[in-house]
């Protein structure tokens, strides 16, 4: 029976790995279609439409291919919480008895060796006899209780290693039940993934043809924010969504469009938070032949959000030069373009007009 359960979760290994084999070749398959696309969505028109529909339907793919990859593990991990709590590793003890033999043992040899002192003086042939029986079968006694002695610090070794196995085996399970609650709790979730990342491609390719909608659009038919239902998206003083301004931004490293020095990479970072903006920059510029300048920039800025599309915030660099950058939408949601300026200071760059892609 053990054999066969071993067997059985042998088989539920090997289908679990190759599911997961399918499970990542379709994700490889969604991320090699169109690598670039995010990138040079900026260039707009149908064709990024068409290239986003593909990936979209790619994602879809994904999304079941993740979906029946966390069920099957799933049942995978059931049977083997099942196996575990069913599963008999402790060796059967033979310590008991080993014991009830050494008592035996003990109590024989003493029996024999009173009945031998009995008729050690009876010179009745018969009785000699006899005790010449009894005292053969003490020696066969006293050779036996080596051996139960050693049989039973031989089961005493068996007991000590069957605890060991059984509290390995107890830990064994605790975990397995946790991962199973686990992807209990994920499959579930890869269908609403999937519905985010169709949304997202949806996005780039309206954002190609310019027709994207506002990410915090209110649906039709939403009820109004009260203190009972403070939920819905709310509206936001810039004519778009904050998004379009907020987040973690880099510069890539193909294909990147500038003005002015040429950027080796640049990360923003902008929060939002009552309508007020606070954000950090840090880049490095690829300097003239001979120059000798310094090509790191770092600055810090804050400022209100405004009714405009183009948002303007004062910003202090680490060397204390005050100025301003401004940030514009790009043509698509993921793109948007910084222009920072700086009071002028020896040996440091004080302007740089970049377009940014969302991380």
Not at 36 to 55: C, H, K, S, T, V
Not at 60 to 80: M, N, V, W
């Amino acid at each position: 029976m053990k054999r066969a359960c071993l067997f059985a979760l042998v088989t539920v290994l090997s289908l679990a790995q190759r599911s997961r084999d399918d499970y990542r070749a379709v994700y490889r398959g969604w991320h090699e279609t169109d690598p670039n696309l995010e990138r040079e969505a900026a260039q707009g028109g149908a064709p990024i439409a068409q290239r986003a529909d593909r990936l979209a339907a790619e994602s879809a793919k994904y999304g079941a291919a993740r979906k029946e990859f966390l069920e099957s593990t799933a049942q995978d991990e059931a049977q083997q919480v099942e196996w575990l709590q069913n599963a008999s590793l402790i060796p059967e003890s033979t310590a008991a008895a080993s014991k009830s033999d050494e008592q035996f043992i003990k109590s024989e040899g003493a029996a024999v060796t009173r009945t031998i002192d009995t008729f050690a003086s009876d010179p009745d042939k018969g009785m000699q006899q006899l005790r010449h029986a009894l005292a053969k079968e003490r020696v066969a006694l006293d050779t036996l209780a080596p051996v139960i002695a050693q049989r039973k610090k031989a089961a005493e070794a068996v007991n000590a290693s069957g605890g060991a196995i059984e509290e390995a085996r107890a830990k064994a399970l605790e975990q397995s039940r946790a991962m199973l609650e686990g992807f209990k709790n994920a499959a579930p979730s890869a269908s609403s993934e999937a519905a985010a990342w169709a949304e997202y491609y949806r996005k780039i390719g309206e954002g190609a043809q310019g027709t994207a909608t506002p990410i915090t659009e209110v649906l039709p038919g939403a009820p109004p924010a009260v203190l009972n239902n403070p939920m819905p998206a709310p509206l936001t003083v810039t004519p778009l969504p904050l998004t379009r301004y907020v987040g973690a931004w880099t510069y890539p490293q193909t294909n990147g469009l500038y003005h002015g020095p040429q950027p080796e990479f640049i990360d923003l970072l902008v929060r939002e938070e009552n309508g007020r903006a606070t954000g950090s920059g840090f880049a490095r510029f690829k300097l003239p032949p001979g120059a000798t300048g310094d090509p790191i920039v770092r600055f810090d800025f804050s400022g209100e959000f405004q009714p405009a599309r183009r948002q303007v915030f004062d910003l202090v660099t680490a060397e204390g030069a005050k100025g301003t950058v401004e940030l514009i939408p790009g043509p698509a949601f993921n793109l948007l373009e910084v222009n920072f300026q700086t009071e002028m200071k020896p040996g440091k760059i004080r302007q740089a007009d970049v377009v940014l892609v969302k991380k």
